[in-house]
């Protein structure tokens, strides 16, 4: 397992950007393939991105494709997501999560691959 931390929320105006940073503990960091998950008021934590341990294969939500980038540096235990074009509906509380299990072969989408979890952090965007 790994301990995850997650930075960069705030309040942003709609068509803004924002980086949200999630740093990792541990050294098999690089093994796990990571997640962005979010969840807004009321509704249920859903998939937002997703990438490989290897980090040359990613996954997208329809609703944020063309819009957000999901990265990592495994050199440094840090996974990214850059969020261009941000919309009042992208509001929600951000968490970063780790696979289960170690090399997967694809990029998982559903809660239940997700072993570790950071706390999450605030994301707004006002209209």
């Known amino acids: 397992q790994v301990q995850l931390v997650e930075s960069g929320g705030g309040l942003v105006q709609a068509g803004g950007s924002l980086r949200l940073s999630c740093a990792a503990s541990?050294?098999?960091?690089?093994?796990?393939?990571m997640g962005w998950f979010r969840q807004a008021p009321g509704k249920e934590r859903e998939f937002v991105a997703g990438?490989?341990?290897?980090?040359?294969?990613?996954s997208y939500a329809d609703s944020v494709k063309g819009r957000f980038t999901i990265s990592r540096d495994n050199a440094n235990n840090m996974l990214y997501l850059q969020m261009n074009s941000l919309k009042p509906e992208d509001t929600a509380v951000y968490y970063c999560?780790?696979?289960?299990?170690?090399?997967?072969?694809?990029?998982?989408?559903?809660?239940?691959?997700?072993?570790?979890w950071g706390q999450g952090t605030q994301v707004t965007v006002s209209s």
């Open positions: 999560a780790a696979n289960s299990g170690r090399y997967y072969s694809t990029v998982r989408r559903g809660k239940a691959d997700f072993g570790s």
């Open positions: 541990g050294r098999t960091f690089s093994s796990y393939g």
């Open positions: 990438i490989k341990w290897s980090g040359d294969i990613t």
